[in-house]
């Protein structure tokens, strides 16, 4: 038995994971219309690369990446591009996504199909090709995969494949069907960075997918490690901590401790793309909850929830949809969002399943939620300082630490909304960093502005001293020539005396301008001195108030 | 779409706690009524009703909804343990007057449940043994060794109406406690092997006293068996209390009583239990609880072996009480994924 290094707290919500593995997983129908959203990733969204009107095959790729950190979408079946246009999507932010509509023909007519040797492709190629493909984080994050690739010589290769989530059954049946294949994506994944050691954590409560996955192991080198059973173990941070015993540095990456972490639907999807040439256009979903027949489906993105619920047979008292599980999902507002890449479970609610929470009472500092809190952190501080609206303890506290995974709402006697608390403190304080930025880039501008203007004035009011002095020194020339011309040897001197006059007055006027004075108790030669730069320098200001005067009027001549 | 996630929740409520803390009080309870008469469940009553009704009035003024708050069951723990920790042979008033300080100045005065910096009961205590220390001594002898007995009218004619049944002393019914006898007698030059012969010693402690102890211990078991209070701060609470008597006894044991008869004595285990393990008023982190539970121990006796009162768990429970953010501020963990073994303060 390899050795385990629980992370801290965690709780054991009821699994209800039963339901939805009674039937094997089954392929939904091929719906009229597909919504696909051009951001089903994270990073930027892609950009489409067809328009209304246009036939398009399954598997095309209709959205490309846009940047590194992006990623392609393609046709999900073959038919006529509707429109492209802002739809509702499951996006946690609520906001509508522009969206490519798709009218499917029903003939599944594929693009041509290129298995590639990822032996024979560089590593740099291989991302390419995988960012080209659509491969994201299918565990619920939608990552670019073809990012977390980018490093080599790994220690350990983790492979979550724990689904620790109440309901959300699709990476289990993943397993047990497809076993074979997901042991076919390890090994690219495996290949691509080097990993020495490859660990896949399952949760030991899913005995069927650990067998199947340890008999597609024999062989390979891979080892399937059974963890307890207690949410969140499929957390990467607290998957790795548990199985390697490191812990990821705060608001660093797995690889900077030799260790990289992808879910079990992922790399099965690189061996789809690798080895079949097929781009990301489908996963497991989980439907389950409130149903008569809850059960996992093959969806292609794209497909309506409302329509894709239908199959699972919700109840008639069924009160809403959540997409995701119950600790970390969102509820669906409207059933026209599409399935997406990172949609792994719809679950019916209902109230028997979901009784109203409690009304919340006051903190009474029991500290359950610092015993349950897998990331070490004292929620009932976290939530203090949170209302309060004390941002600034509250990151000294380690607010931007949490995980947002929800044991501590779960386990709270007063049923106080924590995390909600958490969500509102971190986007309240990432909107006063946007603003900070805003304004600190303002006065920057501001204060330049200012600082150009008064060189300019500066660098005026000496070409005005110069020019005067040129012109006494020709007046002085030209008197010099009518009357004492035993004196015209000092003229050029002269003259050459008044642009050095000229020239430091410049450099004195500078200096005042630009160094705060400290006039107070000055010996009294200094202050004489300093009258005297003043009176220059406001003398050049009239001066250099003067031309501006004169350039504007020439400049209203001119016109 | 707002996400609001989790949607599920443990079935556990603040009223489901306090009700349990209740309930692992009722054993000792019931001992105290096998050995003391029921004249504390009357002083229990009466503080429930007391704390209920300023409970309503102070939610009513503050515009709180009145069930939830006066169902989750926090003034009636107030209640309950400020009964226990005075003596039940009073007048009326005097427990009345202690249950609405506690639960109007200690608790709503500094905003109410979950913001009080000191333990309620334990205030209500001290404001009583502060304005009036006479009446705090009247505790009941145990049965068997009372001169006269009272029946249960004549203790209500007593707490009611102050009358002494006919021909009667408050004497004869009440007596020191064993703590208040030791720090007298020792003041008289005697041992404590000679103190303790004395009738109302026992083999811990108290005669009586010393099972209604035992049975707060196991209350305390229940209730860490269940998961509401943790180990930390009656283990470190006890164990201080216990090795410093423990070496004072070593050096001086004519002086310095055993550290079995301290932790058995006076409001030991009743504090270790249920009064310095209060959520609201008791440090969040585990070194926290040590560290509270440890200095609790330790001003508790030196307070009631060097200071003027006989019995010091309630002011060392004030005490670190009032030292609570201090301890925590400075015993913060380490966050997951950070440097270090602790953090003050954010300051790693
Ligand atoms: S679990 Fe709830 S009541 Fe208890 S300390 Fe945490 S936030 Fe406060
Ligand atoms: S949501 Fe955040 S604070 Fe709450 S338990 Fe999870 S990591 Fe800890």
Known sequence: ?559 | MSINSPLVAEKSTVNIIMLKVLAALLPAIAVYVYFFGPAILVSITLASATALATEAAVLYLRRYPLRVYLLDGSALVTAWLLALSIPPLAPWWLVVVGTAFAILVAKHLYGGLGNNLFNPAMVGFAALMISFPAHMTHWPAPDVLAQSHWNFAQQMDFMFGGALPAGAKLDAVTMATPLDTLKTQLHLDRTVTEIQSGSIFSILSGKGTEIIALFYLLGGLFLWQQRIISWHIPLSFLGAMFATAGVLHLVDPGQYASPLFHIFAGGTMLGAFFIATDYVTSPTTLLGKLIFGAGIGISAYIIRVFGGYPDGVAFAVLFLNSAVPLIDAYTQPRVFGHAGKWFRGGKE
Request: glycine content about 8%; aromatic content about 6%; hydrophobic content about 40%.
């Open chain 1, 1 to 559: 038995m390899r050795t385990l290094y629980p992370f801290h707290g965690g709780v054991h919500p009821v699994e209800h994971k039963r339901e939805s593995t009674q039937l094997g997983s089954a392929i939904a129908p091929l719906p009229l219309h597909l919504v696909i959203p051009l951001r089903q990733h994270g990073g930027n969204p892609a950009k489409p690369v067809v328009s209304a009107g246009d036939q398009v095959l399954k598997g095309q790729r209709i959205g490309t990446a846009e940047g590194y950190i992006s990623s392609s979408v393609h046709a999900p079946s073959s038919g006529r591009v509707v429109a492209i246009e802002m739809r509702p999507a499951p996006h946690p932010s609520g906001l509508p996504d522009l969206s490519i509509i798709l009218e499917t023909d029903g003939e599944e007519r594929w693009i041509e199909r290129q298995a590639v040797d990822y032996r024979a492709i560089d590593p740099a190629g291989l991302r390419q090709h995988f960012q080209d493909m659509g491969v994201v984080g299918l565990g619920g994050a939608v990552f670019p995969s073809h990012v977390k690739l980018n490093a080599g010589n790994l220690e350990t290769l983790v492979i979550n494949a724990a689904e620790c989530e109440p309901y959300i059954t699709c990476d289990d049946m993943l397993m047990r069907e497809r076993a074979a294949e997901v042991v076919q994506g390890i090994r690219i994944a495996q290949y691509a960075m080097g990993a020495r050691e490859v660990l896949i954590g399952i949760e030991d409560n899913k005995p069927e997918a650990i067998a199947a996955m340890q008999i597609a192991c024999q062989g390979t080198g891979f080892e399937v490690v059974a963890v307890p059973t207690l949410y969140p173990s499929g957390s990467a941070k607290q998957l790795i901590k548990l199985l390697t015993g490191k812990e990821v540095p705060s608001g660093g990456l797995p690889t900077q401790i030799g260790v990289q972490c992808f879910n079990v639907a992922t790399v099965y999807t690189m061996h789809r793309v690798v080895n079949h040439g097929e781009p990301v256009i489908s996963r497991l979903v989980t439907l389950t909850g409130n149903m008569d027949e809850p059960r996992n489906y093959e969806v292609l993105v794209g497909t309506p929830v409302g329509e894709l619920v239908k199959l699972a047979r919700p109840k008639a008292d069924t009160t809403g949809y959540l997409m995701g599980g119950p600790m970390m999902g969102v509820p669906l507002a409207d059933l026209s969002v599409p399935v997406v890449k990172a949609s792994n479970c719809i679950i019916a609610t209902s109230k028997a399943l979901f009784p109203p929470l409690p009304r919340a009472m006051p903190c009474i500092r029991c500290t359950r939620c610092a015993e349950a809190c897998p990331a070490d952190l004292q929620p009932q501080e976290l939530f203090w300082f949170s209302r309060a609206r004390n941002f600034e303890k509250a990151q000294e506290y380690k607010l931007f630490d949490c995980i947002e995974c929800g044991c501590c709402s779960y386990v709270c006697p007063s049923h106080i909304p924590l995390v909600q608390f958490y969500r509102f403190a971190k986007s309240e304080i990432a909107e006063h960093e946007k603003e900070r930025k805003a304004a600190d880039l303002a006065r920057e501008r501001h204060e330049f502005r200012e600082f150009r203007q008064e060189r300019e004035k500066q660098e005026k009011a000496a070409k005005h001293a110069a020019k005067a002095a040129e012109m006494a020194a020709k007046a002085a020339a030209a008197s010099g020539k009518a009357g004492e011309a035993a004196e015209g040897g000092d003229d050029a001197a002269a003259a050459k005396k008044a642009a050095i006059q000229a020239a430091i007055e410049r450099a004195k006027a500078k200096k005042a301008a630009v160094k705060p004075q400290n006039v107070d108790d000055l010996p009294p030669g200094a202050q004489a001195k300093i009258d005297e730069i003043d009176e220059r320098r406001a003398q050049a200001k009239e001066t250099a108030e003067q031309s501006v005067a004169v350039q504007k009027s020439d400049k209203g001549q001119g016109a």
